[in-house]
């Protein structure tokens, strides 16, 4: 079946500039991620969705940033005044639900943002 | 910070032979997840050991948990040139985020 899709692949802007990352989790998983791997760095937690609850906004780096996640299915991560430093891969992840059991996460491949 | 810590950051074997990644962490888990990340590649999950299992096995794949000592090991076995990646630990708390360590890039030579 299909597996998580994220658009755009590669996102080149201009510092400033706002930008969004949308992301399609696997069809029927509650739970989506997004997290922001840079350029020789570990994976970075940034806002984490379940169902209808709040999100869990707690890695969000800066008010820049905000996500939505309509319908409880595609998310968008928004990015607004885009930054030099915030030039990364941003990764989606999607799984079943959010017991701990169930917690494998299915990722995306990945939008790649370079902010010039 | 929760992030795990792989050991070494490189690693660059032969074919054939066995490869053995390290992460540590810091805080108590509820279970510890192993992925690979081919390059310009998403993550692809490969095994989840629980904070009450010991050791566990998938295919090729053997990974262990100590959580006197707040670390997992991941061994490949009879590796192949196609399990060259990043191979990154993840750890799970309370919450439901995964925290995820540097990552070993694991280099095999044909």
């Known amino acids: 079946g299909a597996g998580v899709s994220q658009s755009p692949s590669n996102k080149v802007t201009e510092k400033g500039k706002d930008v969004e990352l949308r992301c399609d989790p696997i069809?029927?998983?509650?739970?989506l991620y997004w997290y922001r791997q840079s350029l020789g760095q570990g994976l970075e937690f940034l806002i984490y969705f379940q169902g209808n609850s709040a999100p869990d906004k707690s890695g969000l780096p800066s008010d820049r940033f905000s996500a939505e996640r309509t319908g409880g299915s595609v998310s968008t991560l928004t990015i607004q005044r885009t930054q030099q430093e915030d030039s990364a891969v941003y990764l989606c992840?999607?799984?079943?639900?959010?017991?701990?059991?169930?917690?494998?996460?299915?990722f995306g491949p990945g939008t790649r943002l370079t902010v010039t | 910070s929760q992030q795990g810590e792989e050991d070494p950051q490189a690693l660059s074997i032969q074919e054939g032979e066995n490869a053995t990644m390290n992460c540590s962490y810091k805080t108590s888990i509820n279970n510890l997840q192993w992925y690979r990340q081919n390059s310009g590649r998403g993550l692809v999950h490969l095994i989840l050991i629980r904070s009450n299992e010991r050791e566990k096995h998938s295919g090729r794949l053997r990974v262990t948990l100590d959580t006197s000592k707040k670390s997992s090991s991941l061994l490949i076995t009879a590796s192949r040139a196609a399990d060259t990646a990043s191979y990154f630990c993840a750890t799970v708390t309370g919450a439901n985020n995964l925290f995820f360590g540097t990552g070993t890039r694991l280099t095999v030579i044909p």
């Open positions: 992840a999607s799984s079943l639900g959010s017991g701990h059991l169930t917690n494998e996460q299915y």
């Open positions: 069809s029927g998983h509650t739970a």
